[in-house]
């Protein structure tokens, strides 16, 4: 297992870090002031600028993987890239590489139509649009996807669909046009995971209402944000359908495994980047006569913030490779693992962050709190942690299904039954 970055890996993450020098950064705290100046879910200029940058420099689309539509890189050799990019909120769309859309365009690559790809995936993959995906629900736990409740009917030529779904990210953004929705479309079906299917909604839309956005810990995530949708007798036309009635589990665990790991990446570059600031702030600062860098407390913090950080890049870079070589479905345990690795990590270095920088570290003037905001929606967001956790221990546990132990252990009872044959005197083992 070689996780040496290719050249081709090399030059894209050089190419994405020299934009993030010279663009990004540089422009961060005006894109902050434009959200705040002008209607906070409407596009940021300067923001829409960099994407031309972007677009202009070949740094598009960057995260389809064996697609003739991005720029051919492997899982594995876009880690390094996503990485870079998760170290400011806004570079991911800079490169139209961000969330829900990545994972909208990689549905419509696998199993849209050509007519749903030319009307849909086009768009989007020239920027021109953005989308949402409506999974979540509020009336039911949806962390068991097979809770969605909203129906999904036929009616002639028509679905009809009724319900309500939240946490549908961007979804006031004026440019979003597209959103993918999981209902239910035959709740009689004997297996659960035959009832469901996606269905693709434009927006606007007659009766679709977007109820309210939702605040995380306080903050909007303006001009993205997370919509509560109201569908009420939402009629759009048969041809609509991804893949066919009662595929949605199939769509979506063919949607889940990317996305999942790309928040990871992501996660991976925003606690580099708080690991970096801490370590400039306890140059710059004295506590007690004493520079900051030099208490014991910060270089032990520095230190467990360097080793979880490489613990949870390894994990990632482990997974991206079992994905390009045995596939999503045969590294589900590595991409569980890792999506409750690396957001777990970064909740952890950020909040060691927060408190090497007081109370600055609280407020909005270092991005710290926001990123860990954020983070902390990672533990739930595309699963929960238990739902990937009890995933990992069946996996696990699978493995000993026939035995005592997946090495030698029916063999260790064989050689200790012979031991003696008085069966009622020897010492009992529980497995």
Not at 15 to 30: I, L, Q, S
Not at 317 to 346: C, F, H, S, W
């Amino acid at each position: 297992m070689n996780f040496e970055y290719s050249d081709r890996a090399r030059e894209i993450r050089d190419a994405v870090a020299d934009f993030m020098e010279e663009h990004v950064y540089p422009n961060e705290e005006a894109m902050l002031a434009q959200i705040e100046e002008g209607e906070r879910f409407a596009p940021i200029p300067l923001l829409e600028s960099l994407k031309r940058k972007a677009k202009a420099a070949g740094l598009w689309n960057l995260f389809l993987p064996e697609s003739e539509h991005g720029a051919g890189l492997s899982n594995l050799e876009y880690a390094p890239a996503c990485e870079e990019m998760g170290r400011s909120a806004f570079a991911p769309e800079a490169f139209n590489c961000s969330a829900p859309d990545t994972g909208n365009m990689e549905v419509l690559v696998r199993y849209g139509t050509e007519a749903q790809k030319e009307q849909w995936l086009t768009p989007l993959l020239a920027g021109e649009i953005r989308s949402a995906f409506a999974m979540t629900e509020p009336e039911v736990a949806s962390s068991d996807a097979t809770n969605v409740a909203i129906r999904i009917e036929r009616e002639g030529d028509n679905y009809v669909i009724n319900g309500r779904k939240w946490w549908t990210s961007g979804a006031l953004d004026p440019r979003c046009r597209i959103l993918i929705v999981m209902g239910k479309t035959d709740p009689g079906n004997e297996s659960r995971y035959r009832q469901q299917s996606m269905i693709l909604v434009p927006m606007p839309w007659p009766g679709l209402t977007v109820k309210r956005m939702l605040p995380v810990f306080g903050f909007d995530d303006a001009p993205h944000g997370h919509g509560e949708l109201v569908f009420e007798d939402v009629r759009v036309p048969v041809s609509n359908i991804l893949l066919g009635e009662g595929r949605g589990f199939e769509i979506a665990q063919g949607r889940l495994g990317p996305g999942r790991i790309h928040h990871c990446m992501r996660a991976i570059g925003a606690a580099e980047r708080a690991l970096e600031r801490v370590c400039r702030r306890a140059r710059m600062r004295t506590t007690f006569g004493v520079p900051l860098a030099d208490q014991g407390v910060t270089r032990e913090r520095i230190a467990d913030m360097r080793i979880e950080i490489e613990q949870a890049r390894l994990l990632t870079l482990k997974a991206a490779y079992m994905m390009d070589t045995v596939g999503n479905k045969a590294a589900r345990r590595e991409i569980a693992m890792i999506k409750v690795a690396a957001p777990n990590m970064a909740c952890r270095v950020l909040d060691m962050a927060i408190q090497a920088f007081g109370a600055a570290g609280v407020t909005s003037d270092y991005g710290l709190a926001a990123a860990y905001a954020h983070a902390r929606t990672l533990r739930l967001a595309d699963g929960p942690d238990e739902v990937h956790r009890n995933q990992i221990a069946r996996l696990e546990l699978r493995q000993y299904d026939n035995t005592l132990s997946r090495r030698g252990g029916n063999a260790f009872v064989t050689q200790w039954d012979e031991l003696s044959d008085d069966f009622e005197s020897r010492p009992r083992f529980v497995v």
